[in-house]
C-alpha cells in the first residue's frame, strides 16, 4: 500500500510539472502571436524631409494604429542607404526593428566595391508599400523647355553642365547617370547628403539639371522655382498632367518609377512577417490614406512577402545592367 502511495505521488507530481512546462510553452507560444508587445523601430537609411522619409513617417504611424505598437522612425542616413540597410541586416530577428527601404539595396550592391550585407540573404520580404515616378529637373535659368532640347543643349557645351543626386548610388543618381549615358553627353555628377541639399543645389544653380522622385520636387515645381521636362513612369503623372514622359518626349520605351517596402532582418519568425504584411496591406487599402498619398504623386502598392521578394531578384538584375552600361560608380 505504502508503495502505491508513493507512486501516486511520483506520478501527481510528474503531472504537475509536465503541465506547468505545457503552459510555459503555451505561454511563450500565445507572447508570439501577441506580437508586437513593445515599439516597433522603423530604420530609414536616408534623411528627415527626403522622398523615402516621408512615405515612412505616413506608414509607420498608420502601421502602429494597425498593430497598437507605436512605430519609431530611426533615421541613419549616409552611404546611400547602406549604414542603416547594415544596421537592420545585425539586429535580432524578432520583428522589433525593421528597415524602410528604397531601390537603394538593390543597386548599392553593384556601384560599391563593398556592402557589408546581402540584399538576398541579410533580409526577409515585408511588404511592397509605394511607389513614385521620377522627374528630370532643370533649373529655370537653362533655356531647354524639353528634354530633346536638354540633350541639345548639353552636346554643345560638353563638360559644362552638372547634375545632382540625393547621394552616391541613389536611384536618381543611375537614372540621371543613365540618361547622360543613353545620349552620350558629357555632363559632371554632384552628390549631395540627401534630396534636400541636391535640391537646394539646382534652385541655387550649382547643378542645372537632375532626376529626382517627384514627391520632393513637387513644392518646387508649383512654385516655378525647378521646371519639370519629364516624367519617368509609364503614364503621366496625376499631379503634373502637362508633363509627357520620358519615353513621350524621346520617344522611346525608357520607363522608371522609385519604389519603397519594408524588409526585416534575415530569420524574422514566419508568423511575425505575416502579421506585419497584413497590417501593411490594410493600411495601403485606407481611402485617406491612398489620397494622401496620391496628392504628393505617389502610389500605394502592398502585396504578398513572396511577390516582394520577387520583384528584388528582378530589380538586382535591372540595376547591375545598368551600373555596368553607365560605368558609375561610388569610388
Given at each position: 500500500m505504502r508503495k502505491m502511495k508513493k507512486y501516486h505521488r511520483t506520478f501527481t507530481a510528474s503531472l504537475l510539472i509536465a503541465a506547468f512546462a505545457l503552459g510555459g510553452m503555451m505561454g511563450a507560444h500565445a507572447?508570439?502571436?501577441?506580437?508586437?508587445?513593445?515599439?516597433?523601430?522603423?530604420?530609414?537609411?536616408?534623411?528627415?524631409?527626403?522622398?523615402?522619409?516621408?512615405?515612412?513617417?505616413?506608414?509607420?504611424?498608420?502601421?502602429?494604429?494597425?498593430?497598437?505598437?507605436?512605430?519609431?522612425?530611426?533615421?541613419?542616413?549616409?552611404?546611400?542607404?547602406?549604414?542603416?540597410?547594415?544596421?537592420?541586416?545585425?539586429?535580432?530577428?524578432?520583428?522589433?526593428?525593421?528597415?524602410?527601404?528604397?531601390?537603394?539595396i538593390t543597386i548599392s550592391p553593384w556601384i560599391y566595391a563593398k556592402v557589408n550585407y546581402d540584399t538576398v540573404k541579410d533580409f526577409a520580404p515585408v511588404a511592397l508599400t509605394a511607389e513614385m515616378p521620377l522627374v528630370l529637373l532643370v533649373n529655370p535659368s537653362v533655356p531647354a523647355k524639353t528634354a530633346p532640347e536638354l540633350v541639345q543643349l548639353i552636346k554643345a557645351n560638353p563638360g559644362k553642365f552638372n547634375y545632382g543626386s540625393s547621394s552616391v548610388g541613389a536611384i536618381e543618381?543611375?537614372?540621371?547617370?543613365?540618361?547622360?549615358?543613353?545620349?552620350?553627353?558629357?555632363?559632371?555628377?554632384?552628390?549631395?547628403?540627401?534630396?534636400?541639399?541636391?535640391?537646394?543645389g539646382i534652385i541655387g544653380g550649382q547643378t542645372q539639371f537632375m532626376v529626382t522622385a517627384l514627391n520632393s520636387a513637387l513644392p518646387f515645381l508649383k512654385d516655378g522655382r525647378l521646371r519639370a521636362l519629364a516624367v519617368s513612369s509609364v503614364e503621366r503623372s496625376r499631379v503634373l498632367p502637362d508633363v509627357p514622359t520620358v519615353a513621350e518626349a524621346m520617344k522611346g520605351d525608357f520607363a522608371a518609377t522609385a519604389w519603397q517596402g519594408i524588409v526585416a532582418p534575415a530569420g524574422t519568425p514566419r508568423e511575425i512577417i505575416e502579421?506585419?504584411?497584413?497590417?501593411?496591406?490594410?493600411?495601403?487599402?485606407?481611402?485617406?490614406?491612398?489620397?494622401?498619398?496620391?496628392?504628393?504623386?505617389?502610389?500605394?502598392?502592398?502585396?504578398?512577402s513572396e511577390q516582394f521578394g520577387k520583384s528584388i531578384h528582378k530589380e538586382l538584375v535591372r540595376w547591375q545592367q545598368v551600373v555596368k552600361d553607365t560605368g558609375a560608380t561610388a569610388e
Open positions: 507572447q508570439g502571436v501577441q506580437y508586437p508587445n513593445k515599439p516597433i523601430r522603423m530604420i530609414v537609411g536616408f534623411p528627415p524631409g527626403g522622398p523615402t522619409d516621408v512615405v515612412a513617417r505616413i506608414v509607420g504611424q498608420k502601421l502602429g494604429d494597425q498593430l497598437g505598437q507605436p512605430v519609431v522612425i530611426d533615421n541613419k542616413p549616409g552611404a546611400g542607404g547602406n549604414i542603416g540597410a547594415d544596421m537592420v541586416a545585425k539586429a535580432a530577428p524578432d520583428g522589433y526593428t525593421v528597415l524602410y527601404t528604397s531601390s537603394s543618381h543611375l537614372t540621371a547617370a543613365q540618361f547622360v549615358s543613353m545620349h552620350g553627353l558629357k555632363a559632371s555628377h554632384v552628390p549631395y547628403k540627401g534630396s534636400a541639399p541636391a535640391l537646394i502579421k506585419l504584411n497584413r497590417a501593411i496591406n490594410t493600411l495601403l487599402k485606407d481611402p485617406a490614406l491612398v489620397q494622401q498619398l496620391a496628392d504628393q504623386g505617389v502610389s500605394a502598392l502592398g502585396g504578398t
